[in-house]
């Protein structure tokens, strides 16, 4: 199984940016669709970001859509995400994962959870 470790939240203004990184061990991430939820006090966690593993098609919440980007590196077994134009909205411990099979949209589809990392945007 895949172990994820995220890094890189912290307390933001509105309209800042942050990079959320996550590093992989126990196996190479290469031929895994990975990906970013998040989870906001009070709410289900929610769908952020996903990546494919060849082609590095990317797909986004529609709520973080042209103001986040996910990306990947294989060889360094990592995985980022840049967040941009930060909102209060944004607020919530986010998650990296690694995805088994089925829907990059569900919860069920994956495989390895980190432990999250909590991002705070203030207004």
């Known amino acids: 199984q895949v172990q994820l470790v995220e890094s890189g939240g912290g307390l933001v203004q509105a309209g800042g940016s942050l990079r959320l990184s996550c590093a992989a061990s126990?196996?190479?991430?290469?031929?895994?669709?990975m990906g970013w939820f998040r989870q906001a006090p009070g709410k289900e966690r929610e769908f952020v970001a996903a990546?494919?593993?060849?082609?590095?098609?990317?797909y986004y919440g529609d709520s973080v859509k042209d103001r986040f980007a996910i990306s990947r590196d294989n060889a360094k077994n990592t995985l980022s995400l840049q967040m941009n134009s930060l909102k209060p909205d944004d607020t919530a411990v986010y998650y990296c994962?690694?995805?088994?099979?089925?829907?990059?949209?569900?919860?069920?589809?994956?495989?390895?959870w980190g432990q999250g990392t909590q991002v705070t945007v203030s207004s």
């Open positions: 990546i494919s593993a060849i082609s590095s098609t990317t």
């Open positions: 994962v690694v995805y088994y099979g089925g829907s990059l949209y569900a919860e069920t589809s994956v495989g390895s």
């Open positions: 126990g196996r190479t991430i290469s031929s895994y669709r």
